[in-house]
Nanobody, 114 residues
Framework: QVQLVESGGGLVQPGGSLRLSCAASKSIFSMYVQGWYRQAPGKQRELVATLTSGGTNYADSVKGRFTISKDNAKDTMYLQMNSLKPEDTAVYYC?????????WGQGTQVTVTS
């Protein structure tokens, strides 16, 4: 059974930092892509960052502030988020997939507010 479990979300002030973690089944890390998406209230889920063998990809809104990484030995991927803004408030989901097979975590809430 494929599982992904996010952690590390919370409440942070603008300009602050958080690191999200996603503990996943080992099979996730042999898939083509691993990544993070987010969904704000009333909005569609959107890409934040992805990681493939070809490199990383970031949404324009987070470039230079967020960093995606993974530790295959720990079966964990990370999203380091710096210089957080109120508009980064959302539920963040980690994922992994190859072709039509896509797996999602349950999400972790990130709230950026003063």
């Amino acid at each position: 059974q494929v599982q992904l479990v996010e952690s590390g979300g919370g409440l942070v002030q603008p300009g602050g930092s958080l690191r999200l973690s996603c503990a996943a089944s080992k099979s996730i890390f042999s898939m083509y892509v691993q990544g993070w998406y987010r969904q704000a209230p009333g909005k569609q889920r959107e890409l934040v960052a992805t990681l493939t063998s070809g490199g990383t990809n970031y949404a324009d809104s987070v470039k230079g502030r967020f960093t995606i990484s993974k530790d295959n030995a720990k079966d964990t991927m990370y999203l380091q988020m710096n210089s957080l803004k109120p508009e980064d408030t959302a539920v963040y989901y980690c994922m992994g997939g190859s072709g039509s097979r896509v797996y999602w975590g349950q999400g972790t809430q990130v709230t950026v507010t003063s």
